[in-house]
Each structure stands twice: as structure tokens, then as C-alpha cells.
T-cell receptor, first 112, second 112 residues
Framework: DQQVKQNSPSLSVQEGRISILNCDYTNSMFDYFLWYKKYPAEGPTFLISISSIKDKNEDGRFTVFLNKSAKHLSLHIVPSQPGDSAVYFCAASAGNDYKLSFGAGTTVTVRA | EAQVTQNPRYLITVTGKKLTVTCSQNMNHEYMSWYRQDPGLGLRQIYYSMNVEVTDKGDVPEGYKVSRKEKRNFPLILESPSPNQTSLYFC???????????FGSGTRLTVV
């Protein structure tokens, strides 16, 4: 059973607008969360992460929010650009465990 | 350039014919891992290695073997491939769980 779930397989957004990607998890031991971005024919690349001691982490146009009580995190991309069109994976780990559990991914399409 | 290199990029093989997918990293990372990506399932961990001669099963290890004789190399071995192992495979390495993973470009395997 998947412990990390991305319930929206796809998202289409206008260039310049906000993209919001959601991720839910079931394992209460998870305390470190990451987002990866993947282009076709390439491996995933690390985008941004957040520790459970925080509820927000920002890096340029990318912000990740964590709601531990709801076991929910989200990735905001503002403003969205055509180069952001990719598959985004949410991932989580517990403690210092190197093992990552991934969601199924959300395909983002940014329309010009 | 820091990278994880997988070979081959594409492979078509027949059921039962042993094959090896190689993975090499040049970042002196201790941790390495293999994932498979399937539609709707995201990335699932096959095996991982914390260091030389230290390997352990991930979520879907059946039908796979690995070895870690040198720090830089972590080959994935399919002793008797079956069609349900048709997938996109990624090798990854990491210095620390908090710095994310560096992924290879992937190996598209088809077993007929």
C-alpha cells in the first residue's frame, strides 16, 4: 500500500499563474519530505525539501508547505513558467533513513 | 561533472536471459539505490546499499539481485527476467538523506 499519495495525476495552469501540487502521507513516522521534478528521458532531479520541524520552506519560485496534523504537504510554484512543465514527485523518509517512499507523480503542463 | 551513469539506456531482452544494468557514481556517495518507475505507481525502491558490501531489500526486491563491491558501482542483476519486470529503472546515490538524491538518466527495460 502506497504511503505517499498524489491524488491528482495531472495539472494544467496558465503561464504566470500559481501551480499547487498536493501530497498526502499515511506514515506518521515520516519526518522529512522532498519534491523531485522529472523531464521526459531524464532522471528525477531534487527540487526542494522540508523537515517536520518546519511548516514552510521557500526557494525562489518554489514553496513547500507542511501540515503535520493533516499529514499533507503541498508545493506552490509562483509564477509558473513553461519550463516548469514536467512530472513532479513527492517523497518522504523517516528519521535518518535513506529509504524514500515516492508518490505516483503529478504531470504539470504550463500553457502559454 | 558530478553524475550517476547507468547503462544501457534501452534494453530489449527475452524471458529468462540473465542481464545486468550497471550504475556508477563519481561523487564518493556512500548510499546508492535502485528504483523502478511504473505508471500510476511512482518510483518503488528495489534494493539499496549503505556502503561497500552492505545491501538491503527495498519494497520490490523479488527477481532482482545487487552487489556493492566498490563504492562507486552498484549493478542491478536480473537472473531470469520476466515480462512483469518491464519497467523504467533508475539508479540513485546520496551523500545524506537531507541533501536529496542524484538520479541517473534511467534504463528502459522491455522483457518479451
Amino acid at each position: 500500500d502506497q504511503q505517499v499519495k498524489q491524488n491528482s495525476p495531472s495539472l494544467s495552469v496558465q503561464e504566470g499563474r500559481i501551480s499547487i501540487l498536493n501530497c498526502d502521507y499515511t506514515n506518521s513516522m515520516f519526518d522529512y519530505f522532498l519534491w523531485y521534478k522529472k523531464y521526459p528521458a531524464e532522471g528525477p532531479t531534487f527540487l526542494i525539501s522540508i523537515s517536520s520541524i518546519k511548516d514552510k520552506n521557500e526557494d525562489g519560485r518554489f514553496t513547500v508547505f507542511l501540515n503535520k496534523s493533516a499529514k499533507h504537504l503541498s508545493l506552490h510554484i509562483v509564477p509558473s513558467q513553461p519550463g516548469d512543465s514536467a512530472v513532479y514527485f513527492c517523497a518522504a523518509s523517516a528519521g535518518n533513513d535513506y529509504k524514500l517512499s515516492f508518490g505516483a507523480g503529478t504531470t504539470v503542463t504550463v500553457r502559454a | 561533472e558530478a553524475q550517476v551513469t547507468q547503462n544501457p539506456r534501452y534494453l530489449i531482452t527475452v524471458t529468462g536471459k540473465k542481464l545486468t544494468v550497471t550504475c556508477s557514481q563519481n561523487m564518493n556517495h556512500e548510499y546508492m539505490s535502485w528504483y523502478r518507475q511504473d505508471p500510476g505507481l511512482g518510483l518503488r525502491q528495489i534494493y539499496y546499499s549503505m556502503n561497500v558490501e552492505v545491501t538491503d531489500k527495498g519494497d520490490v526486491p523479488e527477481g532482482y539481485k545487487v552487489s556493492r563491491k566498490e563504492k562507486r558501482n552498484f549493478p542491478l542483476i536480473l537472473e531470469s527476467p520476466s515480462p512483469n519486470q518491464t519497467s523504467l529503472y533508475f539508479c540513485a546515490s546520496s551523500l545524506s538523506p537531507f541533501y536529496g538524491y542524484t538520479f541517473g538518466s534511467g534504463t528502459r527495460l522491455t522483457v518479451v
